[in-house]
């Protein structure tokens, strides 16, 4: 089992730079214009535009790369899915929790003794309590029904999860109770202060996350649409710091 041990305090290792962008050209521009990045996500609009060249090119320049597929099928399917991306070498790949222990067991045992790392999707960032409870028919508030998300992958083996800042600090506190091995916890809806959320309805900034005891932060657009994403780089680090 691979054992992920929470990573180091600088935080140019602590924070996934999200490459989405709809073609390879534009992602390696990206990649170009920020160097100092060492942590990228390929997620499903730019994989499935050319998903093995991006990866390649990524790997080819010593980057981690979080794959961002978010895996939801019948468990031979989401088994034989993760048996294939071990081969890109990906660190991270995620697979919705929501697919039950059944689909998460068979994505375990095919990424175990690999170098990929499986994350469950706990509850999608933009999804609000009010969507939780009328659409989706959850009879939970959102930090328990993720908490049992949570709960659920790492009875399935898991070593990781995505959840938003909001749920971080309850999630860990309940894992450590658990279990004596690390568990990493991801975090997107990482906003600097002062940028728009979009769509996403359970943000905190960069700063906010880290102190809720967040491992690594997903941080896309306040880096790659800025008019100076090494500029917005370098600030966002500051602030983590």
């Given amino acids: 089992m691979k054992i992920n041990i929470n990573p180091d305090a600088d935080p140019h290792s602590r924070i996934i730079v999200a490459l989405d962008v709809p073609t390879t050209a534009e992602a390696i521009k990206l990649c170009d214009r920020l160097p100092q990045v060492s942590f990228w996500k390929v997620g499903l609009e730019l994989f499935i535009a050319d998903g093995a060249t991006i990866l390649r090119e990524l790997k080819s320049r010593n980057k981690r790369i979080f794959l961002d597929l978010k895996l939801h099928d019948i468990p031979n399917t989401v088994g034989s899915a993760c048996r294939v991306a071990t081969k890109y070498g990906a660190d991270f790949l995620t697979i919705h929790a929501s697919g039950g222990k059944a689909m998460m067991r068979a994505a375990q045992t095919e990424v175990q003794g690999s170098s990929t790392q499986l994350l469950a999707i706990s509850l ?22 993720v908490a049992q998300m949570v709960l659920l992958a790492q ?8 959840c938003s800042p909001h749920e971080v600090a309850n999630l860990k506190a309940r894992l ?12 997107p809806g990482v906003r600097p202060q002062g940028f728009a959320s979009g769509d996403q309805s359970r943000v905190m900034t960069p700063k906010q996350a880290i102190a809720m005891g967040a491992d690594y932060l997903v941080i896309g657009r306040p880096i790659t649409a800025a008019v ?14």
């Fill in 176 to 187: 450590s109770s658990q279990s004596d091995v690390d568990f990493c916890l991801v975090t």
């Fill in 228 to 241: 100076d994403p090494a500029a917005a780089w370098d600030q966002i680090c500051q602030e983590c710091s």
């Fill in 155 to 162: 009875a399935c083996g898991l070593t990781g999860a995505v």
């Fill in 124 to 145: 999608l960032t933009s999804i609000s309590a009010q969507e939780l409870a009328s659409d989706l028919k959850v009879n939970l508030d959102i930090a328990e029904y």
